[in-house]
């Protein structure tokens, strides 16, 4: 109701911060619009626990407070370019490549990495296909020879398949909370997920190499490859004036033969010429 009296025309309103984090910002002259804002909880930083606050209260009824928020047209910067869709079929295409090994596909209980072989379990949905080859190719990367591993593992696995519209691998969420709980929990997480951040990026660097490549076209042939062609027209040539010989071998025993030929003729001729006279 505050919205629609403010601005009535408004369709995509937020806050200043959540625009920075789509990489806009205000104009000079942008004009917001007031509107309830949420009660924003506060984060022990060191243990990550949410702290509860005193609200104020009068009279039984909770205030929440007014805060500033912008609509589109009040804010500037690069829109977000379109996503690429790529089939499932491409996306096993591009990985197949990063493989670089042989793929089975069997009836099987579970995909496995092997030391030549990526054995995946056949009689799937195409996004659970990838989403086993993902894992085996992140396996070659990092074997899952615990719990946390294999949940990092997967956590990348569901990243790449969300980052190309599909849907996310099911985690076991629950190892978080066992982490936490441990000795040095927070160190582990924040390294969990450093891992997580930095080997999702490589992988996605992989994949975007091979989306991407172009066959490289060479613009100056190598020594061997003009070597070769030096070779074939020298060839070519040597042939070639061998058949010109030939020809013009032929040419002449031709014309020799006309020649002799055609003065026996003549001799002939001039000897019945001869005879004729002296009868």
């Known amino acids: ?93 591009i990985l197949e490549k990063i493989a670089n090994r042989t793929i089975v596909f069997e009836e099987r209980e579970k995909s496995i990495l092997e030391e030549h072989t990526i054995r995946v379990k056949s009689n799937q949905g195409e996004e659970q296909t990838l ?72 992988f996605l660097q992989k994949i975007a190499a091979h989306m991407y490549e172009k066959e490289t076209e060479s613009v100056r042939p190598t020594l061997e490859e003009e070597i070769r062609r030096a070779r074939e027209l020298q060839s070519r040539a040597i042939d070639n004036v061998a058949t010109d010989k030939a020809n013009k071998k032929e040419e002449r025993s031709e014309e020799d033969y006309n020649l002799a030929d055609t003065l026996e003729k003549l001799k002939g001729n001039s000897e019945s010429s001869e005879d004729d006279k002296t009868d």
């Open 1 to 93: 109701m505050m919205l629609l009296y403010q601005r009535a025309e408004a369709v995509e309103s937020k806050e200043v911060h959540d625009w920075i984090r789509e990489n806009r910002t205000l104009k000079n002259n942008a004009e917001p619009v007031f509107l309830f804002g949420g009660n924003q909880q506060k984060v022990n930083s060191e243990t990550g626990e949410i702290l509860k606050e005193k609200q104020t209260q009068l009279t039984q009824i909770t205030h929440a407070p007014i805060v500033p928020y912008f609509e589109k047209t009040e804010t500037q910067g690069k829109e977000e370019t379109k996503k690429i869709e790529t089939s499932p079929k491409e996306v096993f295409a």
């Open 131 to 202: 989403a086993d080859l993902i894992i085996c190719l992140l396996e070659k990367e990092k074997r899952s020879v615990d719990d946390i591993i294999r949940f990092e593992n997967e956590s990348i696995a569901s990243i790449v398949m969300i980052v190309f519209g599909f849907n996310p691998v099911p985690l076991n969420l629950s190892l978080l909370t066992q982490l936490r709980s441990m000795n040095n929990g927070k160190v582990k997480l924040q390294q969990l997920f450093t891992d997580l951040i930095v080997r999702s990026d490589t």
